[in-house]
């Protein structure tokens, strides 16, 4: 019991902390930088956030076994952190604010949490949360190279291309890891296949006359969706056609109407 106690107070720290770290530096962003090491502002707060978060989960976890986990907790910060910058509005920045915070508290009681003697249900449901938290992280990605596409014209789109390469392989087999306990090698060519879409999926939808943001949730979406598919084709059931059908068609039919609503707003 006061294990577990321990645990969640430990999750709520580290929700406390991501959230003071994420609103210092949008009133640092909103000040401007002033002086010259202000500057390195962010960096610097990405390594404070690491070393308490290390801090916290050291006691009870070994954190060369929980590589991913740690990586996961470092992108999802930078993830937040970048959609604050590339948002304008103050009412959405706060609301990134919290649903960072929460998605790494989230992360760190499941990192505590997740043990042995965990119930098969449960490990179930922290599965799904962590792939969750690696789509908000592509997502974040996928909106910051249209952003970057859009405000810097003079960086080439084969640079973005092998970013978003690279961004879709990593958060794919991180996904797909948890799935399947098999090397990285039998992933090779899926993850390959993953990128190279992903690639066109971001130049196709580059063409819409939509802002970063929109263009980043369609680009997640189709990516979601395919990752979805290769997951199921790899599995030792196979995908089910009759409910995938179905699933797909909701799917086109949705991202079809929201296509001419957002066109419209």
């Known amino acids: ?8 107070l430990r999750a709520a720290l580290a929700t406390i902390i991501a959230g003071v770290m994420f609103e210092t530096v949008v009133r640092m962003l909103v000040q401007g930088y002033v002086r010259w090491y202000e500057r390195w502002f962010v960096p610097v707060s990405f390594v404070v956030y690491m070393g308490l978060v290390v801090l916290l989960i050291r006691r009870y976890v070994r954190i060369r076994s929980a590589l991913w986990d740690m990586a996961l907790l470092a992108l999802v910060y930078i993830a937040t952190i970048l959609l604050m910058i590339l948002t304008e509005w103050r009412m959405v920045i706060v609301l990134l604010e919290v649903l960072g915070a929460l998605t790494i508290g989230m992360l760190v009681n499941i990192l505590l949490s997740n043990i042995d003697t965990t119930p098969v249900y449960i490990k179930k449901a922290y599965r799904r949360m962590r792939g969750m938290a690696w789509v908000f992280v592509n997502a974040a990605m996928f909106i910051t190279a249209y952003a970057v596409s859009f405000f ?5 789109l084969a640079v973005l291309f092998l970013f978003v390469g690279a961004m879709t392989s990593l958060c794919s087999y991180a996904i797909w890891r948890m799935y399947f306990q098999v090397p990285l090698q039998r992933f090779t060519i899926w993850l390959l296949i993953i990128a190279v879409m992903s690639m066109e999926l971001f130049w196709v939808i580059h063409l819409l006359p939509f802002g970063y943001m929109v263009l980043g949730f369609f680009a997640t979406w189709l990516w979601y969706l395919l990752l979805l598919l290769i997951r199921f084709h790899i599995s030792t059931e196979g995908i089910r056609w009759k409910e995938q059908r179905r699933f797909l068609f909701s799917n086109a039919i949705m991202f079809i109407a929201l296509l001419f609503v957002i066109r419209w707003i």
């Not at 019991?1 to 969640?8: G, L, N, Q, S």
């Open 1 to 8: 019991m006061i294990r577990f106690i321990v645990f969640h």
């Open 152 to 156: 810097f014209e003079q960086i080439s």
